[in-house]
C-alpha cells in the first residue's frame, strides 16, 4: 500500500511570483514596504542600540524578528500578495482591513493590513506565524460587502485566470432536502415535495422525524432520505476563499465555472485545497464596512467634511451612550445578550470594547468567565491569580482568561516556554485535541513550572483551568480588530444620528436588527423619517434638511425598501423622476 499510495505533496504548488521591482527579490522588496510603513507608524528605526525601552525601539525590534522567520519560512510572497490587495482597495476607495491572528503581526501593521497596533498591545506573534507550524499563515481580509466582487475581480485579473480560483463549499443532505430530493427522485408531485419536507423536523435527523406519527411520509422515501442524509448534495462557492498557484490551477485540481458571472471555482473544499498545499486567501465581505463607508459619504455630502475613520477621537460621551446600553445597529454589540451586559461591564476605555467583544461569546459564556469578569470589573470580588507569576498575562483582564494569546503568555510565564512552544500548546490544547502532543507538552509544562516553585495542587490547578480555557479562548487580535469598528459605529451613531439609520439601511441585510427596528431607533433618538414618495426618493436611503429632526437631518426612505421591487426598477425610477 505504501508503494502504490500517491503522496500529495508531489502536486502541492506555489504562489505564483509576485512582480516586483527591478532589482528586487520578494524578500527585498517586502523589507522595503515594511520599513517605509514602519516609518510612519513609529518613527525612524533608531540608530543607537542604548534605546531598549521606547516603544519605537520594541517595534522594529519585532519588525526585525517578524521578518527573520517570515523569511526563514519562505512567505514573502504570500505577504506581498496580501499587501497588493489591500493597496488595491485602499486605491479605489474601498474600505478593508485584516483581521484574525494577522493582527499579531507588526509587520502587517506596517504594511497597512492590519489596523491593529500589536507592539502597544503586546500581542504575540507566534499565534499567527512560528517556525513550527505548518503551511502559510491565515490572513482574513474584510472588505465592505457591496463592492467585494471588484476585490475578487482584481485578483482574477491580477494574478491570470488559469492560477487563480474560488474555494468550492461541499454542501451535503439536510434532513428536509434529503427527503425533497428523494420524493422527486421517486416521481411525486413537486406539492407533495415540498408538503413531506416540513412535515420533518427541521432541527433532527430523517432517523428522528420516522419515529414520529405526525406525518405522512411514504416509509421508502424515508428509507432513501436517512441513506443519503449527510451526503454530498452539490457543489456552492466558499463566502471567501481564494487560492492561487504558480501553474495553471487546472493541473492541480478540476476547476468549473460558477453560477456567477466571471467566477471560476475549484471543485474542492478547503480541506482539501489545505491537503494539497494550495494556499488560501480569505477575501469576506462584511455589511458594517459598506455601512462605514456610506455613512461618510453621507456625512461629506451633507455635511461638507470628509471623516476619516482612522483619526476619530476617543469620547467620553460615546462611551457613555454604551453604557446605556444605545447601540441598536452598533457594530458587534447590538444583540440582547450584548445589551444586558453593557451597563454592567460599564467600558469607558478602547480595550474594555475589545474585552466586551470577546466577553459575550458561546465558549466564555460556556466556561463561566463572564461573571467573575463582571464583579472584578465592580470590584464586588477582588483580583486574584492561582500564582504570581499569572498577573503579567491575566493582569488586563482581571485574573480571567479571555483570549488565546493569555493561554500562551501563561505558558511563557509559569514554564519558560517560547513563544513557538507555547503556540504548539494552544494547538494541542485547541478542539483538534492529540492526545500524544498533549502528554509531550504537558510534561514539558510541568518542568518548567517545577523548575519555577509552581508545583503540587497549584500546578495541576494552572494545568486544568489551561485545558478546560484553550477549547474556548477567543483570539485577542480578532476582538481587536472588531472593536475598531465597534467604537468607529458608535461614534457616527451618536454624532450622527439620522447619517447612521440611513447608512444601515442601505447596507441591508446585515446585523442583528430588521429596518423597520432600525427605523424606529433613529425615531427614538428624534430623526424624522419621511416615508417613499416616488419624486423625492432615490433608490437607497438618502437624507433631507429638517430642522425638526435632530441634527437637521431627515432620512427618506429609498424606492428599493418597497417590497417586491427589484434594485434595477428602484434605479429607474430614480433616473426618471419627478413624475
Known amino acids: 500500500a505504501n508503494e502504490i499510495a500517491f503522496d500529495l505533496s508531489l502536486v502541492a504548488p506555489q504562489l505564483p511570483p509576485f512582480p516586483c521591482p527591478d532589482g528586487h527579490t520578494e524578500m527585498s522588496y517586502l523589507r522595503q514596504l515594511v520599513a517605509r510603513g514602519a516609518q510612519h507608524r513609529y518613527g525612524e528605526k533608531?540608530?543607537?542600540?542604548?534605546?531598549?525601552?521606547?516603544?519605537?525601539a520594541r517595534a522594529w525590534r519585532t519588525i526585525d524578528h517578524e521578518l527573520e522567520i517570515i523569511e526563514t519560512l519562505g512567505f514573502a510572497g504570500y505577504f506581498l500578495v496580501v499587501w497588493d490587495i489591500v493597496r488595491f482597495c485602499t486605491e479605489q476607495g474601498i474600505l478593508c482591513q485584516g483581521r484574525g491572528s494577522a493582527a499579531n503581526s507588526a509587520v502587517c501593521f506596517s504594511l497597512g493590513i492590519t489596523k491593529a497596533d500589536a507592539v502597544s498591545l503586546g500581542l504575540l506573534f507566534e499565534r499567527f506565524l512560528s517556525p513550527e507550524r505548518d503551511g502559510p499563515p491565515d490572513i482574513d481580509i474584510d472588505i465592505e460587502s457591496g463592492r467585494r466582487e471588484e476585490v475578487i475581480q482584481y485578483v482574477y485579473a491580477r494574478h491570470g485566470r488559469h492560477h487563480a480560483a474560488q474555494v468550492a463549499n461541499v454542501i451535503t443532505y439536510r434532513s428536509r432536502s434529503a427527503v425533497r430530493d428523494m420524493a422527486r427522485a421517486l416521481g411525486h408531485r413537486p406539492d407533495q415535495q415540498d408538503s413531506w419536507s416540513k412535515q420533518v423536523d427541521a432541527w433532527g435527523t430523517v432517523a428522528i422525524t420516522a419515529t414520529q406519527r405526525d406525518h405522512d411520509i411514504p416509509d421508502l422515501v424515508l428509507e432513501m432520505a436517512a441513506e443519503v442524509e449527510h451526503m454530498p448534495r452539490h457543489l456552492g462557492i466558499h463566502s471567501g476563499g481564494m487560492v492561487m498557484c504558480d501553474r495553471p490551477i487546472i493541473e492541480v485540481c478540476p476547476v468549473e465555472w460558477g453560477r456567477m458571472a466571471n467566477r471560476s471555482v475549484l471543485q474542492w473544499d478547503k480541506d482539501d485545497c489545505a491537503a494539497a498545499g494550495l494556499v488560501k486567501f480569505d477575501l469576506l465581505g462584511l455589511g458594517m464596512l459598506s455601512a462605514l463607508h456610506n455613512a461618510v459619504d453621507l456625512i461629506e455630502e451633507f455635511r461638507g467634511v470628509r471623516v476619516d475613520l482612522a483619526t476619530i477621537p476617543q469620547e467620553d460621551d460615546v462611551y457613555a451612550m454604551l453604557c446605556r446600553a444605545d447601540t441598536v445597529g452598533v457594530f458587534q454589540i447590538e444583540s440582547r445578550a450584548?445589551?444586558?451586559t453593557l451597563p454592567r461591564l460599564k467600558p469607558r476605555r478602547f480595550y474594555d470594547l475589545v474585552v466586551e467583544v470577546a466577553l459575550i461569546r458561546p465558549g466564555p459564556i460556556q466556561g463561566g468567565s463572564v461573571h467573575?469578569?463582571?464583579?472584578?470589573?465592580?470590584?464586588?470580588?477582588?483580583?486574584?491569580?492561582?500564582?504570581?507569576?499569572l498577573e503579567n498575562s491575566l493582569g488586563k483582564t482581571l485574573g480571567v482568561p479571555l483570549f488565546q494569546e493569555q493561554l500562551m503568555q501563561m505558558a511563557i510565564d509559569v514554564a519558560g516556554f517560547t513563544p513557538s512552544q507555547a503556540d504548539e500548546l494552544r494547538q494541542a490544547m485547541g478542539s483538534k485535541r492529540s492526545q500524544s502532543r498533549m502528554l509531550k507538552l504537558s510534561e514539558r509544562l510541568y518542568a518548567g513550572m517545577a523548575e519555577r516553585g509552581i508545583v503540587g495542587d497549584v500546578a495541576d490547578l494552572i494545568f486544568t483551568k489551561m485545558s478546560a480555557f484553550a477549547s474556548y479562548g477567543f483570539p485577542e487580535s480578532h476582538s481587536v480588530s472588531f472593536a475598531y469598528l465597534v467604537y468607529s459605529s458608535a461614534w457616527i451613531k451618536l454624532h450622527e444620528p439620522a447619517v447612521f439609520c440611513a447608512s444601515l439601511l442601505n447596507a441591508q441585510p446585515m446585523g442583528f436588527w430588521a429596518p423597520h427596528s432600525l427605523v424606529q431607533d433613529a425615531k427614538r433618538h428624534g430623526v424624522v423619517v419621511r416615508s417613499v414618495d416616488i419624486n423625492a426618493s432615490r433608490a437607497d436611503a438618502t437624507l433631507e434638511e429638517c430642522g425638526e429632526s435632530t441634527g437637521g437631518l431627515a432620512v427618506r426612505l429609498g424606492v428599493g425598501s418597497v417590497r417586491g421591487l427589484s434594485s434595477a426598477v428602484a434605479r429607474e425610477v430614480e433616473t426618471h423622476r419627478p413624475f
Open 46 to 56: 533608531p540608530a543607537e542600540s542604548n534605546e531598549d525601552l521606547s516603544l519605537r
Open 338 to 340: 450584548q445589551m444586558a
Open 372 to 389: 467573575p469578569y463582571i464583579r472584578r470589573r465592580n470590584g464586588q470580588e477582588p483580583v486574584t491569580y492561582l500564582h504570581p507569576l
